[in-house]
């Protein structure tokens, strides 16, 4: 006798404000540096939204907020700004425990203007 499985989504299982948050953070954490995790965990969250509503609310087309958040999509970070802030959260930078491996240093690079040190 074989087990039947269904397809995990996400989706079924945000239903506060803070289960989106803890998706998003798990995904963050757990992305490879591509973007394609947190990227899938976003349109996870904003699946469990109306989309019309969200991408009014985000400042964006419909089609383009689903072709940005799609398998195939590669949302630019102010799309991914808008999406976050509309969800009523926001994307925070924090230290990693292990850098990647041969980034420079703030010594080692030019640095914008007026900017003296990192």
């Known amino acids: 006798m074989s087990e039947e499985y269904r397809e995990f989504d ?5 239903e506060t404000k803070q289960d989106a948050r803890g998706l998003l953070r798990a995904a963050a954490e757990e992305d490879l ?3 394609a995790v947190l ?3 976003l349109k996870y969250v904003a699946q469990t939204q109306n989309m019309s509503a969200l991408a009014r609310d985000a400042g964006l087309n ?6 940005a958040l799609s398998e195939d999509g590669n949302p630019t970070l102010a799309t991914l700004l808008k999406v976050t802030r509309a969800l009523g959260l926001r994307l ?3 230290p990693v425990e292990n850098p990647a491996q041969g980034m420079p240093s703030a010594k080692h690079r030019d640095l914008p203007a ?5």
């Open 10 to 14: 996400a989706a079924d299982y945000v």
């Open 33 to 35: 540096g591509d973007g």
């Open 62 to 67: 419909r089609g383009n907020l689903y072709k």
């Open 39 to 41: 990227r899938a965990a």
């Open 114 to 118: 007026g900017i003296t040190s990192m």
């Open 92 to 94: 925070r930078l924090e």
